[in-house]
């Protein structure tokens, strides 16, 4: 999980940073947390790799809470918003934005709650349905380690059958790519559609996914380059 602070109040993001990493701590969940002491710099992490939640401060002096949520809307993957702020009175101007939350710095006891609910609100996974013989087979996209095309047909290969005969059905990859249209999935290969949070290795020549048994996917010099920026997404950096 990704979650940006922005406040320009450098203790506040400090030790608000700090209260949120316990929290998580404490239900065995590890977060990537960065600090951002203003919203341009909120929009540049934004840009190098997406998050999941945002905790933005309102009161800014040079863009505030409300000028950057309206820039985070335009985005196509859209963070779930939690405003931060001293100024109860902007609570109702901040609904325009459809906040997940909003957390006054004068009730900072009411976190549990909030990471808890945030949580929940994250775990809930979506679904790949398709019929199959007749049948309408639901597969959680968390479980999903990679799409394979063969022939007219697609296999699923999940984590919970990885050794095991993948379901089948007639389809083209670009269909369940347009299908899909998942920030977690990248197309590494003409018949390669794999599940970024699966990835352990990369090289220019393939991809290794983890699984019970490590699997290697080939990957195609045309699709190298977002291949490389999904693996470095879903490590937090883009870094190499």
Request: glycine share 4%; net charge neutral; aromatic share 10%.
């Amino acid at each position: 999980m990704r979650i940006l602070l922005c406040d320009d109040n450098e203790a506040f993001l400090y030790h608000f940073g700090r209260a949120i990493m316990t929290e998580f701590a404490q239900r065995e969940i590890t977060v990537d947390l960065r600090r951002c002491d203003g919203g341009a710099r909120l929009l540049e992490e934004i840009d190098r790799s997406p998050a999941d939640v945002v905790f933005l401060d309102i009161d800014m002096p040079e863009a505030n809470g409300f000028t950057i949520a309206a820039q985070l809307s335009c985005r196509p993957q859209k963070p779930l918003l939690i405003f931060t702020t001293s100024m109860e009175d902007l609570v109702f101007d901040s609904f325009q934005f459809q906040p997940f939350w909003f957390l006054r710095k004068n009730h900072l006891e009411e976190l549990p709650v909030v990471i808890d609910k945030l949580i929940a609100a994250l775990q809930r996974t979506p679904e790949f349905a398709i019929t199959i013989d007749g049948i309408i087979r639901h597969f959680l996209l968390k479980d999903i380690l990679y799409f394979e095309s063969k022939g007219h047909y697609i296999l699923i290969h999940t984590a919970v059958n990885a050794e095991g005969k993948p379901p089948c059905f007639r389809a083209k990859l670009d269909e369940i790519a347009a299908q899909l249209d998942s920030p977690a999935f990248v197309r590494c290969h003409n018949s390669y559609y794999v599940n970024c949070h699966y990835m352990k290795r990369l090289d220019k020549q393939n991809v290794t996914l983890r699984a019970k048994k490590e699997i290697t996917i080939p990957v195609s010099r045309s699709r190298w380059k977002d291949t490389q920026d999904a693996f470095f997404r879903s490590k937090g950096s883009l870094k190499k």
